[in-house]
């Protein structure tokens, strides 16, 4: 099963002045893909048919594993199955699509906080769970959020990033590497004025207990970002 940009979940409202880099997202190998022009990717196609007919660009999250940014020891499988489900419902919710009697128990008080966040922060957003992708470097991610929010009072361009777990140190560069991502984005648009205004917030759901908007400001990260994946792309090419 798996994903092809631009997809059902982007809400792209900036007209697009160059064409983007066409990612299928497997996501059951949470894998991203790089489909050439002209390639019709069939309905769920096997790895073999992707290694030979696609180019694999390198996760975000995948280089930042392969370089050992990310503990996923204590990672269980309901966590993961839990934020997937969070971020489908929060995707729905905002794309007025969503049916409220079919939103899981244990996603409910997530989903509450989420609304709380959109109720103080007054959102738009011009992106929601999109696939993006840098041919130059290639990586690709999956970007919860882009768009306006507004933050004491001052309407801010924003990557917002959902977690549904604790912070942790790791997180401000995986949102380095959307930013990256999302830079490349505008650039290919032409527009550098939003991509030099761009600010990264994680946004943890606390089950329930409302909400934490944490603003990453070191611009290290980037730096941090870019090593994580020429080492990670350096492993990979050694195995």
């Known amino acids: 099963m798996g994903r092809l940009s631009p997809d059902p979940y982007s809400t792209l409202l900036v007209k697009r002045a160059k064409p983007d880099p066409v990612v299928y997202f497997d996501e059951n190998n949470h894998e991203y893909w790089h489909v050439p022009d002209g390639t ?3 309905k769920d196609p ?3 048919w992707l290694l030979v007919h696609t180019r694999k660009l390198m996760g975000i999250s995948e280089a930042m594993r392969m370089v050992g940014m990310v ?4 990672y269980q499988a309901h966590h993961a199955q839990r934020g997937t489900y969070t971020h489908h419902a929060t995707a729905l919710h905002d794309q007025g699509l969503l049916d409220d009697s079919t939103v899981d128990e244990v996603v409910e008080p997530y989903l509450d906080d989420y609304r709380h966040f959109l109720e103080a922060h007054t959102p738009v957003w011009s992106r929601i769970e999109c696939l993006l992708a840098d041919d130059l470097s290639a990586c690709a991610g999956t970007v919860d959020r882009i768009g306006k929010i507004t933050v004491a009072g001052e309407t801010q361009q924003a990557i917002v990033d959902i977690k549904t777990g604790g ?4 997180h401000q560069v995986q949102l380095a590497g959307y930013n990256h991502l999302v830079c490349s984005w505008l650039a290919r648009q032409g ?3 939003t991509a030099h205004q761009l600010k990264r917030y994680g ?3 606390r089950k329930g207990k409302g909400y934490t908007l944490t603003a990453y400001t070191d611009h290290h990260d980037q730096g941090v970002w870019t090593s994580a994946l020429t080492l990670a792309h350096w492993i990979d090419q050694c195995r």
């Open 71 to 74: 503990d996923t020891s204590h």
């Open 46 to 48: 096997d790895r073999q």
């Open 203 to 205: 946004l943890y759901l």
């Open 191 to 193: 527009d550098t004025t």
């Open 40 to 42: 019709v990717v069939p």
């Open 167 to 170: 912070a942790a140190p790791w």
